[in-house]
């Protein structure tokens, strides 16, 4: 498998004691070249007649590459390694986020108005028209991240403790990419009644929640109970917002090979939460030859080992992924690293598309087969066209709480797929450009604008 490219989550920096001699600081970069490190910044702390200390960041792709680019700083003579920072370890240290007040503390009748005896007014008209809560709290702009660590990232059932860093992370993308105040809850229970009971329980709080990190089939059912007996939006990410993005980038590079959605077949590999979704907002979009693989190969109809889930998509056609590969249009991945093969991309048609969405590795490393693809996209910021839920589920909650929205319909997820795919204007689209940044600053709005309507259309809005 082709190298993975260095990347800050993978930053080390290392402090160094150097000779203050000539060449000295070109052995130490030149080590570190060697081991395939990528410079960062590289900062004199201090010097003397005798000695340099500078520290020197370097990206490197995983963590066995960082340990063995500090062994080869280590190994040359005279060069002293006084420390190495994790990087990404210090930029969590205390947590990432925290609550801040919106106004000044500072007096006597301050406190009077914001606290007692001031508050008990507010209490009271909340108590006698409910829907003063809107107006008068948090709650019209709060989302609640709930997760029970079930299915943190990539990386399995790690429980809530650990699946916390995520939530914090979510609720940065919230309050920067669309300045929604959410809060990271991590539940001690994975049992799909307490889960449901629990979010019911403090929904009032917010106004709306966003599941995370659950594994599938639970996550189908907790959302769909939460849907139905609350009246706020509940939205799953890990399958609305992986759809949502999916689709937009498909709807763009459809555009640049001239196929229609309702002339090819698709191909996902992965048929867990984010799979499903995808394939079921496709079909929506118009997809009609849509293949799902697991790792038992195709959703055949002759399998008797389907979930419920699954069974919505079995196809009498049945075999091996790379059965499925032969003839087909698209390739999506949300799987595994290493899945996908050159042999099978290449038996694919001509023009062909590979969403390769897994994550950190993707399925197939996109310099062993972009010469021979129209499209090549991953969930990495390293390489063009990043497939990121961050484009999706900031605008789509701005446009469900500015709406104040009782629920978000697949007519939303459709039209925010759009609008993401819109902000790419017909003379900018091209094979590494066929989805906006994840810093264009127009995505949150555009997104938002086209959920309220969406929203407004389906008779969900309620302002």
């Keep these: 498998m082709t190298d993975l490219t260095p990347n800050s989550s993978f930053s080390l920096t290392l402090r160094l004691e150097i000779p203050n001699r000539v060449g000295m600081l070109a052995n130490v970069t030149q080590a570190i070249s060697n081991s395939g490190g990528n410079f960062g910044q590289i900062d004199l702390i201090e010097q003397t007649r005798h000695i340099s200390i500078r520290e020197i960041t370097v990206d490197a792709a995983s963590t066995e590459h960082a340990e063995a680019i500090v062994q080869a700083v280590k190994a040359l003579p005279d060069i002293k390694v006084l420390n190495v920072y994790d990087r990404t370890f210090n930029l969590h240290r205390g947590g990432k986020i925290s609550i801040a007040s919106r106004i000044p503390l500072k007096t006597v009748s301050d406190l009077a108005m914001a606290y007692t005896p001031g508050v008990g007014r507010i209490c009271n008209a909340i108590a006698e028209d409910p829907e003063e809560v809107y107006k008068l709290t948090i709650k019209q ?21 650990a699946a916390l860093p995520v939530m914090e992370g979510k609720a940065m993308l919230f309050k920067e990419f669309a300045g929604i105040d959410a809060f990271p809850i991590c539940l001690a229970t994975q049992d799909t009644d307490e889960i449901v009971s629990t979010v019911k329980n403090i929904a009032p709080v917010f106004g709306g929640v966003n599941l995370e990190d659950i594994a599938a089939p639970r996550c189908f059912e907790i959302e769909e109970r939460l849907r139905r007996e609350l009246d706020i939006p509940v939205f799953h990410d890990d ?31 992965g048929a867990g939460a984010a799979g499903i979704a995808i394939a079921r907002l496709l079909r929506k979009a118009g997809a009609e030859k849509i293949w799902l693989c697991d790792s038992k190969g195709i959703l055949s109809v002759s399998r008797t080992d389907l979930t419920e889930e699954k069974r919505e998509f079995a196809v009498k056609a049945q075999g091996t992924l790379a059965g499925a590969m032969q003839g087909a249009d698209v390739f999506i991945g949300v799987s595994i690293p290493g899945v996908l093969t050159p042999e099978m991309v290449r038996s694919m048609t001509k023009d062909s598309i590979v969403f390769a969405m897994a994550n950190p590795i993707p399925e197939i490393q996109p310099e062993l087969v972009s010469a021979e693809v129209a499209v090549i996209a991953t969930g990495r910021s390293d390489y063009p066209n990043q497939i990121n839920n961050v484009l999706a589920f900031p605008g789509v909650f701005r446009g469900a709480l500015d709406c104040r929205a009782q629920t978000i319909t697949t007519s939303m997820y459709l039209e925010a797929a759009s609008a993401i795919a819109s902000l790419i204007k017909p003379t900018d689209l091209d094979k590494e450009h066929i989805i906006p940044s994840v810093f264009d600053e127009r995505v949150a709005t555009t997104v938002a604008a086209a959920v309220q309507r969406a929203a407004r259309q389906d008779g969900v809005a309620r302002s």
């Design 239 to 269: 399958q609305h917002g992986t759809a949502i993005v999916t689709l937009a980038a498909l709807f763009n590079a459809l555009k640049l090979v001239h196929k229609s959605m309702d002339q090819i077949r698709i191909v996902i590999n």
């Design 141 to 161: 702009n709060t989302v609640a991240i709930v997760t029970d660590g079930s299915a943190v990232l990539g990386l399995g059932n790690l429980g809530p403790e």
